[in-house]
């Protein structure tokens, strides 16, 4: 379907008007379109290649029918403390569409401009911050992690000052759903239990559509986000990537990664990774994503009181641990090539850890390279300086792989399957964002398809497949980035 034949919806205006503030977006000056994703247009049954057309509609200026533009309302903790009011400040909603599967997709302009959230904020995103979620977005849905994604993005002759003159840009995002724990926070701060009661309907129906019927609605939808919160946090550790920042009005209650600001993924292994630098006492490391999951989950519980008894979502609390623990284990023995996992593998794990993190050895290359393994060491101790740890734990692990039933080749090929070559290193992003900034987007189209495709062996860009050089390992971010 045409662009401009495309009909918008808006179900989340069906809510109480505390849910959210009408607002138009402010197009940018002298727009030009940077890169559209043609995957995800497909999918959503949409035509994209009136080019003119999509940087008009991403610019805010090409309303589609339907159109009624708003911006969200909700709360947050915000490194543990909490705001009881938030909300879009640099994003602006513009309707839902639906595919062949009656799937939603809800659109989003990034940067679009003020809002009635945006407090200080001029509502505007950069090109930089903007290229790092567009890229990284479609990333993490190319190594099957559930994540918002970009349909295109957008730069401009718009200058926007942060700490120094800047070019302004938009991101066109999709989700399956925008409403955070935060927004659940909101209501139940303020004590507008029929605006929590009206949300936590249209969340159901919009997310868990199953659970419209049951008795006890309320109390599953927390046990379906509880569950899938554990299995998200689980594929962040399994991958390496660092959020950087889990407020709870970053926390998707469809268990998606959502809001790419200061993320990272892992150079050298190291457990107490913190790639936030406003994040000074490692609140949001890597190494304690799985804990603050559980700690978000219990602010969305509270949240929920007025609905459940809390008595009821603390017994679903108490399986959080052992859910987590069951889903990393699974994507940790793929990874290691395990034709099965049990409850003692996870100590042969720890030691694996251990040992990758004080020999700082590059935690994608490790994988990649263990996937060829086949009893020749040589290439797998290279990746650190000293050889005795690795030595013992290669040895304990030819011995657990003597339960495998599956030949080598089975292995190999399996393995390369689930331990991608390339994941976006900042200092890759930063590459391309520099040449962006001169007006060179190559990078941008190259990265967008090592992206979609992670495990391919993209020889042109054998160099990024290495480890970090040294000068860009382990660099910190602001929340700005």
């Not at 955070?180 to 009661?197: C, D, I, P, W």
């Not at 989950?297 to 009821?312: D, G, N, T």
């Not at 060491?377 to 304990?396: F, P, V």
Request: aromatic letters at 12%.
């Amino acid at each position: 379907m045409k662009l401009k034949d495309v009909k918008l919806t808006n179900p989340y205006l069906t809510l109480p008007k505390l849910c959210y503030d009408r607002v138009d977006p402010e197009p940018l000056k002298k727009p030009f379109l940077i890169h559209a994703n043609s995957e995800l247009a497909k999918s959503l049954n949409l035509d994209i290649s009136d080019k003119e057309a999509l940087t008009s509609f991403v610019n805010g200026e090409l309303a589609l029918e339907g159109t009624d533009n708003f911006a969200m309302c909700y709360a947050g903790h915000q490194f543990g403390h909490f705001v009881p009011r938030l909300g879009d400040g640099r994003a602006i909603n513009i309707g839902t569409v639906t595919n062949e599967y009656h799937e939603q997709y809800h659109l989003q302009l990034k940067g679009a401009g003020q809002t009635l959230y945006s407090r200080s904020g001029d509502g505007r995103a950069v090109l930089r911050s903007s290229i790092r979620e567009y890229l990284m977005s479609e990333a993490m849905h190319g190594l099957g992690i559930e994540t918002t994604r970009a349909l295109a993005i957008i730069g401009s002759e718009h200058s926007v000052y942060r700490q120094t003159w800047e070019k302004g840009s938009i991101v066109l995002r999709t989700s399956p759903s925008w409403v955070r724990f935060g927004t659940f926070e909101y209501f139940a701060h303020s004590k507008n239990v029929k605006e929590l009661e009206a949300l936590a309907d249209y969340a159901i129906n919009e997310c868990y559509p199953h659970l419209n019927d049951e008795a006890n609605k309320y109390f599953h939808f927390f046990a379906e986000v509880m569950g899938k919160t554990a299995r998200l946090m689980a594929q962040w550790q399994a991958v390496g990537f660092n959020h950087g920042v889990m407020n709870t009005d970053n926390m998707s209650i469809a268990g998606v990664t959502i809001d790419y600001g200061p993320y990272a993924f892992l150079d050298d292994y190291d457990v107490n990774f913190i790639c936030n630098h406003t994040d000074q006492h490692g609140r949001y490391s890597f190494g304690n994503q799985p804990r603050i999951g559980e700690w978000n989950l219990r602010a969305l519980m509270l949240a929920l009181e007025p609905l459940v008894a809390q008595e009821r979502l603390e017994k679903v609390m108490e399986h959080y641990g052992q859910m987590y623990t069951k889903y990393f284990l699974y994507l940790m023995g793929k990874k290691l090539g395990l034709d099965e996992v049990n409850n003692d593998d996870f100590d042969f794990m720890s030691q694996m850890f251990g040992m990758l993190q004080s020999l700082q050895v590059d935690y994608t290359l490790f994988f990649r390279t263990l996937s060829r393994y086949e009893g020749k060491r040589e290439a797998l101790l290279k990746l650190g300086l000293l050889h005795t740890s690795m030595n013992e734990w290669l040895d304990e692990y030819e011995k657990r792989l003597e339960a495998n039933q599956s030949t080598l080749a089975e292995r190999h090929e399996a393995m390369l399957k689930v331990n991608p070559k390339y994941v976006l290193k900042n200092y890759m992003l930063q590459e391309a964002i520099e040449k962006a900034e001169q007006g060179e987007f190559a990078l941008v189209d190259a990265l967008f398809n090592i992206a979609q495709n992670p495990y391919d062996e993209h020889e042109a860009f054998e160099r990024w497949a290495g480890v970090t050089p040294s000068e860009f390992k382990n660099q910190k971010l602001s929340c700005s980035s």
